[in-house]
């Protein structure tokens, strides 16, 4: 079996959205009660407003990058997918679309499915980590398209 996800996925998807988020709201509520009239708190009244709303704009995207990803593996002709409390086997020759993300990190990877699996038609998970500019997608993604347009996957 070869691991094609990240180590780093269970920080991603645990450690860092519970950190970001919970320090981003709990500096905002510490704004919010603080009383508009306190000596020096001029600028507190403005500044609740704009954490709040990057609050909520950090916490949309680190849902739609960090939160949803998956462990992939592969196995033979089939990718064995986890959310780490349930785990899906795909064969490849289900996979419809694969696309990468650029100028993203962490860096990631779209599998797009021809029927719905346990986790729904699209899945994102975190390649290994390689040092990169941005210029490009990841190589296992061509390496993945190559293997679901072989012929032998669609046997």
């Keep these: 079996m070869r691991q094609l ?14 950190v970001w988020i919970g320090a981003f709201a709990f500096v905002t509520l ?17 500044m609740r407003w704009i ?4 609050t909520l704009l950090g916490g949309n995207f680190i849902y739609w990058g ?27 020759r289900d ?7 650029m100028f ?6 779209w599998l797009r499915f021809r029927h719905p699996t346990p986790f729904g038609e699209k899945i994102v998970f975190m390649p290994k ?6 210029f490009s997608r990841h190589p296992l993604v061509a390496e993945l398209r190559a ?6 996957t669609h046997a």
Excluded at 95 to 101: F, K, L, N, P, T
Excluded at 104 to 109: A, F, G, H, R, V
Excluded at 147 to 152: K, M, N, Q, R, T
């Design 30 to 46: 510490l704004m919010f009660m603080a009383p508009d009239s306190s000596k020096g708190n001029g600028d507190v009244h403005e």
């Design 104 to 109: 993203m990190s962490p860096e990631l990877i």
């Design 5 to 18: 996800s990240s180590s780093m996925t269970s920080f991603y998807k645990f450690v860092f959205p519970t």
């Design 129 to 134: 980590v390689r040092f990169h500019f941005g």
């Design 147 to 152: 293997l679901i347009s072989s012929p032998a």
């Design 66 to 92: 960090c939160m949803r990803l998956k462990t992939v593996s592969m196995s033979g002709d089939a990718l064995i997918i986890s959310n780490y409390r349930r785990r899906v086997d795909v064969p490849l």
């Design 51 to 54: 954490f709040a709303f990057m």
């Design 95 to 101: 996979v419809e679309a694969i696309s990468g993300s």
